[in-house]
């Protein structure tokens, strides 16, 4: 089955110290996105990537990195210097389309993070 | 203003019953629109895209307004399982600028 898997589901972190988010795709997407959701709010973009090793900063940025080295990976560290990382990541993919932001997402399940 | 703009809700609707979305937006040039469906504490799946021509899918009917900015989502007869919370998207060409709606909560009750 083709689909996006993001892992693990929860994830608890102490203060101070690196974690890093799975996301893999096997619908061989070209682009691929993180984003952060808290209570009430819209997604928010943090990092997007529309080809192998390249990445370009979203919305929030600060606090997290990312790398793209194949097509079906794109993994997240959120880092110790992300001041307020509790929230829902959501890892989504789509196919490339004339370099527009057209095309229709889809999203992984999701990891909750949890600062300790 | 936000980019995207939805009432949050909740709305408390009867089975049975029709309810609408309404969501605007800022960018003029946007391109590209959909409703997007989240169940509790679940990822968003793509209900619907948005056309100028409007588009209908069984129960479900979404219309586009350029010239006023807003996109509607009709809900016609609503089931239990319609309750969810409904991001309404917004798609704007010259990179990957997409936003995201805060989402409309809708519970239905039996």
């Known amino acids: 089955d083709g689909g996006i898997t993001q892992s693990p589901k929860y994830l608890f972190r102490k203060e101070g110290q690196n974690v890093t988010l799975s996301c893999e795709q096997n619908?061989?997407?070209?682009?691929m996105y993180w984003y952060r959701q808290d209570p009430g709010q819209g997604l928010r973009l943090i990092y997007y990537?529309?080809?192998?090793?390249?990445?370009q900063k979203g919305d929030i940025a600060e606090g997290y990195s990312v790398s793209r080295e194949k097509k079906e990976s794109f993994p997240l560290t959120v880092t110790s210097a992300q001041k307020n990382p509790t929230a829902f990541y959501l890892c989504?993919?789509?196919?490339?389309?004339?370099?527009?932001?057209?095309?229709?997402?889809?999203f992984g399940p999701g990891t909750r993070l949890t600062v300790l | 203003r936000k980019e995207v703009e939805q009432d949050p809700g909740p709305f408390n609707v009867p089975e049975g019953a029709t309810v609408a979305f309404n969501c605007t937006y800022s960018?003029?040039?946007?391109?590209?629109f959909f409703w997007y469906r989240q169940d509790c504490r679940k990822e968003p799946k793509l209900l619907m895209s948005v056309y100028s021509s409007g588009n209908e899918d069984g129960r479900f009917t979404a219309q586009l307004n350029r010239a006023s900015q807003y996109i509607s989502l009709l809900i016609r007869d609503s089931k239990l399982s319609d309750s969810a919370t409904y991001l309404c998207v917004v798609g704007n060409t010259g990179g990957f600028k997409t936003i995201f709606g805060a989402g409309t909560r809708l519970f239905v009750k039996a």
């Open positions: 989504a993919s789509s196919p490339w389309a004339r370099g527009f932001s057209t095309d229709t997402q889809y």
């Open positions: 960018n003029s040039a946007s391109q590209s």
């Open positions: 990537s529309q080809i192998v090793n390249d990445f």
């Open positions: 619908l061989n997407h070209d682009a």
